[in-house]
């Protein structure tokens, strides 16, 4: 991939740096032959990124004539988001209070050079700050008040370089331009670039490792160059065309962060950001299958107030569950008065709104995967032994939850196929697993997963390798009608 340098002035760049074009922006603005140019990625070293500045124009455009861009026109609207700045403050809170822990000063003034500190006591949060904004030259300002806090961190153009740091900017420009991640190998011509957002070291991740790679060939069998990549990669995100999240996901989390980025990048992206916020949040989900007349259990949203009103409404045994619950985790059943309590005193502790549902025992419970608004596999998740939940969390098993049944749709009741569906049509036409019971002829949903199990040797039992070609061919129809082919 061709590299290009834009700066307000040649004369600003003194550097030599191997396969490196450097352009001023005005000839990039307004000569047609950049607008013509392909397979390109661009560097954007102006001296200014405010809105409507030379500086965000060469990346506004850039996009618009698909060059790949650093920093995107998402990053400066992120230098200016303070939610998002305390966001980040918090996130990488350990690595700043230990990077600045010898400061003796109430503030401190970070430089970041092509993801580079040149103080190697510092080199951890130089990257991790690169990492989240992508920007070639950054400053990061701290302030302590009992501990230290990033305050604002702001690009910064060539010009602004401290003249004590000139000579090391070289070597970073040069290890920084000749990293392989802008110039990914492709030994086939590809027509997409996927990105899989995985995390190797999970207990329990949404996809095993062959159904990974599994993914990996349907996508290449239609053409797609495709990278398995982690929470380290943010960065990398301009660089893809579409990303799959197989990741637990949670909207405090990088998997969101991941999912915003790229769907504002112009990127294809499962699970994205609506679905997460949507899916995630129990109390969300309650509220939406209720004023839709969609069958659930007896329900209510619990707060302090109405704690004592549980027993009569819901009767004994009841369900409790945090917003934000997964896998069973932040699930619990109350027998009675005293457990209720107990429940309701450690969760409140988390959260203030909860969900209380009846309890209602089933053997299994159907899980009805939806690609598109359409059932693409149906299995039956079965209780845990001698559990009431497919994950005994409280077993020291190895094997800590119940079997899994794939079955033909055309096995599958009606009414749980289309109950199934009317939910996670409530929610978009993405990738969703919808938990549903079923009583006699009766069927109640418990809940719409994004992000929802598709692991070899259990989902894709029947289907075999038809189910990650049908994922992957929706990945295709949404990348071709967004490029308007």
Known sequence: MRKIIIVNNPNDWNFEIDSVEVIDAKSYLTKHKFSELKNVRIFNLCRNYKYQSTGYYVSLLAEAR???????????????????????????????????????????????????????????????????????????????????????????????INDDHLPYIEDFAQQYFSKKRFDTNKTLKTTYDLAILHDPKASDPPSNETALHKMIAAAEKIGFYVELITKEDYNRIPEFDALFIRETTAVNHHTYRFSRLAEAEGLIVMDDPTSILRCTNKVYLAELLSRNKIPTPKTMIIHRENRNEIAETLKFPCVLKKPDSAFSL?????????????????????????????????????????????????????????????????????????????????????????????????????????????????????????????????????????LYNIIMLEFKKRLDKSKGI
């Not at 861009?69 to 230098?79: L, Q």
């Not at 988001?81 to 003034?109: M, V, W, Y």
């Not at 970070?110 to 030259?137: D, E, T, V």
């Open 66 to 160: 698909g060059h790949k861009v650093i920093p995107s026109v998402t990053t400066m609207v992120d230098f200016r988001t303070l939610t998002l700045i305390k966001s980040i403050s918090e996130e990488l809170d350990a690595i700043i209070q230990a990077s600045l822990a010898k400061i003796k000063s109430e503030s401190f003034t970070l430089s970041i050079y092509f993801g580079q500190n040149i103080s190697k006591k510092h080199a951890k949060l130089a990257k991790g700050l690169y990492n989240l904004f992508q920007a070639p030259l950054l400053r990061a300002e701290f302030r302590f008040n009992k501990k230290w806090h990033l305050k604002r961190i702001n690009p910064i153009s060539v010009t602004d």
């Open 330 to 466: 932040g699930v619990v059943k109350a027998n009675n008065q005293q457990e209720l309590d107990a429940h309701l005193n450690q969760l409140f502790q988390d959260s203030d709104l909860l969900l209380g549902q009846e309890f209602l025992f089933t053997d299994f419970d159907w899980r009805i995967g939806i690609l598109n608004q359409q059932v693409i596999y149906a299995c039956r998740y079965l209780m845990a032994a001698g559990h009431w939940q497919i994950y005994d969390w409280s077993s020291d098993q190895e094997e800590n939850y119940g079997g899994i049944e794939t079955v033909a749709l055309n096995e599958v009741p009606e009414i749980v196929l289309q109950t199934s569906l009317k939910a996670a049509n409530l929610i978009g036409d993405g990738l969703y697993g919808v938990d549903i019971k079923q009583k006699g002829e009766h069927v109640y949903i418990i809940e719409v997963n994004d992000n929802p199990s598709i692991d070899s040797g259990y989902e894709d039992r029947l289907l075999n390798e038809e």
